[in-house]
């Protein structure tokens, strides 16, 4: 009887434990909004939820959970910058690392707009 309460009750912190809180849920809806007008790195939305004042591990929730695909947001992003500037191969990827996208995320970037 008494191990069945232990499991019951380990059941329940478990389900607690991965149901969303209100701000994690607040941190995704406003990644969605980020993202449909900007493009980011996976580390660099989370700075930016995190700037918005949702703690570190909402900010991660948002990001963890808002569906992006990192490599089409490094050539949306790489897009961007060649909208408005010129490049090297080379210095476009560095700018995107700088942005917190991983080597093959940036040259997946530097590749999606001609490189």
Same mark, same amino acid.
């Given at each position: @009887? ?7 009750? +380990? !059941?329940?912190? /478990? ?7 209100? %701000?994690?849920?607040? !941190?995704? $809806?406003?990644?969605? *909004?980020? #993202?449909?007008? @900007?493009?980011? $790195?996976? $580390? =660099? #939305?989370?700075?930016? #939820?995190? &700037? ?7 900010? /991660? &929730?948002?990001? *963890?959970?808002? %569906?992006? *695909? ?6 949306? /992003? +790489? /897009?961007? &910058?060649? *909208?408005?500037? $010129? ?8 700018? #995107?690392? &700088? ?14 707009? =001609?490189?």
């Amino acid at each position: @009887m008494e191990q069945a309460k232990k499991e019951a009750k +380990a !059941a329940e912190e /478990k389900k607690k434990a991965e149901t969303p809180t209100m %701000g994690e849920l607040n !941190a995704l $809806s406003k990644a969605y *909004d980020y #993202l449909d007008y @900007m493009a980011f $790195s996976k $580390s =660099g #939305l989370v700075e930016q #939820l995190e &700037y918005e004042g949702f703690s570190n591990k909402e900010a /991660k &929730y948002g990001a *963890d959970h808002c %569906g992006a *695909d990192w490599k089409e947001q490094a050539a949306k /992003k +790489a /897009k961007e &910058y060649m *909208d408005y500037d $010129s490049f090297s191969k080379q210095g476009l990827i560095d700018q #995107l690392l &700088y942005e917190g996208f991983t080597q093959g995320q940036a040259e997946h970037g530097a590749s999606a707009v =001609g490189y």
